[in-house]
């Protein structure tokens, strides 16, 4: 199974912080773009930040100034930082990996499994 693992979620008050993790499994061959979504209860699921396999980023212009997304490719892991989180930050957020499996494959979508964030007083 070739999925990545989530952490960081909770419960957090409003101007707080939260750091997301994303771990990709240690048996690919490689790791391309990586994305982190999120859903609101009754909402569409939207693209919040994007990073590529070169580290270039991209924000939806609601946490544009606000969240920073990385990688650490030694560690095949992705970062969401968020910071100043407001209650309509709210959502089960999840990472989407792009991972070849091995040199023979290209790449596939891959999903974690969610994490709730919380922002509320």
């Known amino acids: 199974q070739v999925q990545p693992v989530e952490a960081g979620g909770g419960l957090v008050q409003p101007g707080g912080s939260l750091r997301l993790s994303c771990a990709a499994p240690g048996n690919i061959f490689s790791l391309g773009a990586v994305g982190w979504y999120r859903q609101a209860p009754g909402k569409q699921r939207e693209l919040v930040a994007v990073v590529t396999s070169s580290a270039s980023t991209d924000y939806v212009d609601s946490v544009n100034g606000r969240f920073t997304i990385n990688r650490d490719n030694a560690k095949i892991t992705m970062y969401l930082q968020m910071n100043s989180l407001k209650p309509e930050d709210t959502a089960v957020y999840s990472c989407?990996?792009?991972?070849?499996?091995?040199?023979?494959?290209?790449?596939?979508?891959?999903w974690g499994q969610g994490t709730q964030v919380t922002v509320s007083s």
């Open positions: 989407n990996a792009q991972i070849r499996r091995t040199n023979r494959s290209g790449y596939s979508s891959y």
